[in-house]
């Protein structure tokens, strides 16, 4: 299974014209059936999506609708063990308390990858790798591979 971090399903609700070709590549990812996600993940969603400094920014029924659409997939519940390991984490790989709830909710779920923008593209933390679906020139202009 793959875990899915929110940069990728605010990409797929984004109009911006500058993220067209992100947002047809989110989209696609969350055609899948092998993924998962966090409240959390659902919760920093909500949030952004919503936020009234968005440009095309979602109302509370859009948001919470495709909340509702990706409740088809095994969603990683936010408990006290998952916060002690999140915290554990964060000083292990010397990362944010939040990305390292990330990663300790994709283990949780047996998720062998991470699909995110924001953390390091190859990087492994103890079984969990990153990758960025997003890592590619065309989307990048200027920065290297």
């Known amino acids: 299974m793959r875990f899915v971090d929110t940069n990728v399903l605010l990409y797929a609700v984004s109009t911006a014209q500058d993220e067209a070709l992100k947002a047809t590549e989110a989209?696609?990812?969350?055609?899948?059936?092998?993924?998962?996600?966090?409240?959390?993940?659902?919760?920093e969603f909500y949030v952004q999506a919503t936020h009234s400094s968005?440009?095309?920014r979602l109302s509370h029924d859009q948001a919470a609708g495709l909340i509702e659409a990706w409740l088809r997939f095994p969603v990683?519940?936010?408990t006290v063990a998952l916060?002690?390991?999140?915290?554990q984490a964060a000083v292990r790989y010397r990362m944010s308390y939040w990305d390292a709830a990330i990663i300790e909710a994709a283990r949780s779920l047996g998720?062998?990858?991470v699909l995110s923008?924001?953390?390091s593209h190859g990087e492994d933390y103890g079984g969990v790798k990153v990758t960025n679906p997003f890592r590619r020139r065309r989307?990048?202009?200027?920065r290297r591979p």
Do not use: F, H, N, W
């Open 111 to 113: 998720c062998e990858a």
């Open 27 to 43: 989209r696609g990812i969350l055609d899948g059936t092998d993924l998962a996600l966090s409240v959390q993940v659902l919760q």
């Open 76 to 78: 990683q519940e936010t």
């Open 117 to 119: 923008e924001d953390l």
């Open 54 to 56: 968005r440009p095309g």
């Open 83 to 87: 916060m002690r390991a999140g915290a």
């Open 139 to 142: 989307y990048d202009k200027g």
